[in-house]
């Protein structure tokens, strides 16, 4: 990064909201831990973290206005701080990331994995995580991907 992107990047940061400030630094340094739990632990390790495991299928939680709002403020801070990392930074990681930022605010969320065909790669994988109307992490994937795992989380935990 040259000096003049890093100035750019921190005048950027200053006009954020105070959320985004304050969350900024840890969503960076969760999403590297998230990549690194992803490379070196097998998913059954990780899953008990996300939530828990829905067998009837996916149910999104409903939330209130202000609890439907910080959700979406902290998804576009996770997917902004997503593209700026020096590693990758994909749905899985960011999913997870946003399961434990929505935690921390007591905010209900559904952690979806999904498959989807794809005409050149075959079969591609999806994660993504939606509270009440709001996509947080990974876009409106419901009509695009097949569920096969959903962790939900209550709120009130």
């Not at 939606?130 to 959903?150: E, I, K, N, Q, W």
């Amino acid at each position: 990064m040259t000096p003049a992107l890093i100035l750019r990047k921190a005048r950027t940061l200053a006009r954020r909201s105070k959320l985004e400030k304050v969350w900024f630094l840890p969503v960076f340094v969760l999403l590297g831990l998230a990549r690194l739990a992803l490379l070196i632990a097998p998913f059954r390790r990780i899953a008990p973290h996300l939530g828990v495991m829905n067998p009837d299928g996916p149910a999104i939680p409903l939330a209130t206005r202000a609890q439907m709002s910080r959700a979406y403020r902290l998804g576009r801070l996770i997917e902004a701080t997503a593209a700026i990392t020096p590693w990758q930074s994909k749905c899985l990681a960011q999913a997870m990331v946003a399961a434990l930022a929505l935690r921390v605010h007591r905010i209900p969320y559904l952690l979806c994995l999904g498959v989807a065909k794809d005409e050149a790669k075959g079969l591609k994988a999806h994660a993504w995580v939606a509270t009440d109307r709001v996509a947080v992490t990974g876009g409106r994937s419901f009509l695009g991907f097949a569920v096969v795992g959903a962790f939900e989380y209550g709120g009130n935990e």
